[in-house]
Each structure stands twice: as C-alpha cells, then as structure tokens.
Nanobody, 117 residues
Framework: QVQLEESGGGLVQPGEPLTLSCAAA????????MGWYRQAPGKERAMVAI???????NYADSVNGRFTISTDNTKKAVWLQMNSLNVDDTALYFC???????????WGKGTLVTVSS
C-alpha cells in the first residue's frame, strides 16, 4: 500500500519562500506522474505542479515561474519550491502519485500553507 506524507507547510508572509516535501512509502522506483495539487477554501482541488515520467514538468499558469517541482533518483520523493508567495497561494497542498498509466492515484493528507501579513 502506497502512503504519501507531506511536510513543510506553515505560515509565511507575502513574498517569502517555502518548500514542501513529500515522501512516498511502499512505492516503486518509478512513477507515471507525481506532484502537487492544492485546494483553497471554497474552491476545488487543482493541479499545481506535476512531474511526468521522463522528467517533463507541468505547472499551473498561476505558479509558473514562481514554483519549481523536483524529484530525486529514487523517485520516492518530490519537492515543491515556492517563491514569491502571495495570499492567493493559501491552500491545503496535497501530494499526488500515480504509479502507472493504468494505476489508481494516491493522495497524501495535505499540508497547509498560509500566506498572510
């Protein structure tokens, strides 16, 4: 059973950076897609950044140029470096893993990011 654990959320001021981490337990050394989604209060969960097998990355327009997603050689962890945070980035951030093209998706429990002055 795959388990995802996020960490790194917290309260920051506008303009400050923050890095989120996600560790996958029980997963293989490769994945189809892995990344981050977020859900702001009163809104639906939305993709933030995804790494596709082969290393291609995809970002939401609202974070492109500010956020950077990365993984390591083990393919069991993913990070989200967030720069120039603004209040619109306030949300519960979820780690996402889809091991294979026919696999179900796995989700972490989420880590809260609050951007406020």
């Amino acid at each position: 059973q795959v388990q995802l654990e996020e960490s790194g959320g917290g309260l920051v001021q506008p303009g400050e950076p923050l890095t989120l981490s996600c560790a996958a337990a029980g997963s293989s050394s490769s994945f189809f897609r892995m990344g981050w989604y977020r859900q702001a209060p009163g809104k639906e969960r939305a993709m933030v950044a995804i790494i596709i097998s082969g290393g291609v990355t995809n970002y939401a327009d609202s974070v492109n140029g500010r956020f950077t997603i990365s993984t390591d050689n083990t393919k069991k962890a993913v990070w989200l470096q967030m720069n120039s945070l603004n209040v619109d980035d306030t949300a519960l951030y979820f780690c996402y893993l889809r091991p294979g093209i026919l696999s179900s998706a796995y989700w972490g429990k989420g880590t809260l990011v609050t951007v406020s002055s």
